[in-house]
């Protein structure tokens, strides 16, 4: 990731539409039953209330340094009149916020030691906006519409994104071609149809298309098969703590979840919505969309309750991968010019998915670095490594082997390649040594006619016997 683009964050426009609700926490204690009937004694020690459902994504765009504006609507009461405060400290822009006679969604939790919910208690109507409403509504947003660089729909089924509003919301946002990102969940599909992107779990998934959704391929499948039926340019599904999947017009992008410890998942995927939405407007790929929103919702479970993430906490989260890895790993820049930088040096290369790392591949790559100068390893992407081995594999991430690989000492650069074969990447690094296992037969291996038509040449290191990561994983399974 280039931290220099993090660091150069614009603030965009961003109206946030759907339901929005309080979150009230009570800390307090239980110790003891109550003589009415067999059920525990709460008492209460502390409250407080926070922005929770699209007005937490709305929290988490303000925490991301961006101009945020709601449209929602909320209750004549004592919750309403809390939102609205909220908004304001926060700078939210609340003028498309309108106060039905309804009450205000209000999830108030009941916390006791180490954080432990004991209880939930939910306030809400979820009759939908009438006609009336919704065309005054959409009548401001066309008023409104051209200040706006992006548009996030978060649909919690309490009434407000009915289908007649959604698909308002969507004609104009279309007419603009200012993008939309639904964090879905109802399944009636036609009512999400024409948006840019949409934000379903696995289980909202299989609701909104009947089919089967169970792993990679199964998850692909269907995001496919949703992406048709709604027009839309992405599916991007989140997957709990197996990651998030992105279908679009170009080979699916898997990521998994990052290593850190999970205290509460509540607001997870209105993190994930937030910072898609900036990085994309902030003219970051898809794929580093995801990975930064993947990054930010896993800073979000190590918290305690609905919260928010700062860019801030991003930023140090990120800084900490990229100094670890970020002066050995080799992007396409770096690749290009990559040998014109080393004209004197003795390159060294090998390749592989490198999944599992074993004492058979630390003692491969020992022999290999020993050939040369410089060793140079390219490392097939997930999606590379999924055609490869099979929907199951890769068990770690790129991202995670890039890092065990380049925190070896003998390990010099780290190229992550998305093609099947590293062939284009052997023209560009033109190895004076190319290394591959004693299990290979030289005409089975792509890119010696190259390196030998450059001088090179190829060298066979023997494989450890018996040490694979299809053998470990045969054994965990055993």
């Known amino acids: 990731m280039d931290m220099n683009s993090l660091n150069n964050i614009k603030s965009k426009n961003i109206l946030v539409i759907g339901d929005v609700m309080l979150d009230t926490y009570y800390h307090g204690e239980v110790k003891r039953v109550s003589p009415e009937a067999p059920t525990p004694v709460f008492t209460k020690k502390s409250e407080y209330s926070v922005l929770g459902g699209a007005a937490n994504v709305a929290a988490n765009l303000v925490a991301a340094d961006q101009?945020?504006?709601?449209?929602?609507?909320?209750?004549?009461?004592?919750?309403?009149?809390?939102?609205?405060?909220?908004?304001?400290?926060?700078?939210?822009?609340?003028?498309?916020?309108?106060?039905?006679?309804?009450?205000?969604?209000?999830?108030?939790?009941?916390?006791?030691?180490?954080?432990?919910?004991?209880?939930?208690?939910?306030?809400?109507?979820?009759?939908?906006?009438?006609?009336?409403?919704?065309?005054?509504?959409?009548?401001?947003?066309?008023?409104?519409?051209?200040?706006?660089?992006?548009?996030?729909?978060?649909?919690?089924?309490?009434?407000?994104?009915?289908?007649?509003?959604?698909?308002?919301?969507?004609?104009?946002?279309?007419?603009?071609?200012?993008?939309?990102?639904?964090?879905?969940?109802?399944?009636?599909?036609?009512?999400?149809?024409?948006?840019?992107?949409?934000?379903?779990?696995?289980?909202?998934?299989?609701?909104?298309?009947?089919?089967?959704?169970?792993?990679?391929?199964?998850?692909?499948?269907?995001?496919?098969?949703?992406?048709?039926?709604?027009?839309?340019?992405?599916?991007?599904?989140?997957?709990?703590?197996?990651?998030?999947?992105?279908?679009?017009?170009?080979?699916?992008?898997?990521?998994?979840?990052?290593?850190?410890?999970?205290?509460?998942?509540?607001?997870?995927?209105?993190?994930?919505?937030?910072?898609?939405?900036?990085?994309?407007?902030?003219g970051f790929t898809m794929k580093e969309s995801v990975d930064i929103a993947n990054y930010a919702a896993g800073i979000q479970v190590s918290k305690v309750g609905t919260s928010a993430v700062y860019w801030s906490e991003v930023r140090e989260y990120l800084s900490d991968q990229t100094e670890r890895t970020s002066h050995k790993l080799l992007n396409n820049g770096a690749v290009d010019n990559f040998r014109a930088g080393n004209a004197n040096r003795k390159v060294v290369f090998t390749n592989g998915c490198f999944d599992i790392l074993h004492i058979g591949h630390i003692r491969y790559l020992q022999k290999a670095a020993k050939l040369g100068d410089i060793l140079v390893i390219g490392l097939n992407s997930d999606a590379s490594v999924k055609r490869l081995k099979g929907s199951e594999r890769p068990v770690n991430n790129e991202k995670d082997r890039a890092e065990i690989l380049c925190a070896l000492s003998f390990v010099d650069y780290v190229v992550i390649f998305e093609e099947d074969t590293p062939l284009e990447l052997i023209k560009k690094i033109k190895p004076d040594v190319l290394v591959k296992g004693g299990d290979y037969s030289k005409e089975d291996i792509v890119g010696v006619n190259e390196v030998e038509a450059g001088g090179g040449r190829l060298v066979l290191v023997p494989f450890v016997e018996g040490k694979s990561t299809t053998n470990i994983i045969k054994k965990v399974k055993q």
């Open 67 to 282: 101009k945020v504006s709601v449209m929602a609507m909320i209750g004549r009461d004592k919750a309403g009149e809390k939102l609205k405060a909220a908004f304001e400290e926060k700078g939210i822009n609340a003028e498309l916020v309108i106060s039905l006679e309804r009450n205000t969604t209000e999830r108030t939790r009941f916390l006791t030691a180490n954080n432990q919910q004991v209880l939930r208690l939910d306030v809400e109507d979820t009759d939908e906006l009438n006609s009336s409403d919704c065309k005054s509504m959409l009548n401001e947003l066309e008023k409104r519409i051209d200040s706006f660089d992006i548009i996030i729909l978060s649909d919690y089924l309490k009434g407000f994104l009915s289908y007649e509003l959604t698909q308002g919301v969507l004609r104009i946002a279309k007419e603009r071609a200012i993008p939309t990102i639904i964090d879905v969940k109802d399944s009636q599909i036609d009512k999400y149809k024409g948006a840019y992107l949409i934000k379903p779990n696995m289980k909202e998934l299989r609701s909104m298309t009947g089919l089967p959704v169970t792993d990679h391929e199964s998850i692909v499948e269907a995001s496919q098969y949703l992406r048709k039926l709604c027009d839309c340019k992405y599916i991007l599904t989140t997957c709990g703590a197996e990651g998030m999947v992105l279908v679009g017009d170009t080979e699916p992008y898997s990521i998994q979840s990052v290593g850190r410890q999970i205290f509460d998942v509540t607001g997870a995927g209105d993190t994930t919505i937030a910072y898609l939405a900036v990085c994309m407007i902030n």
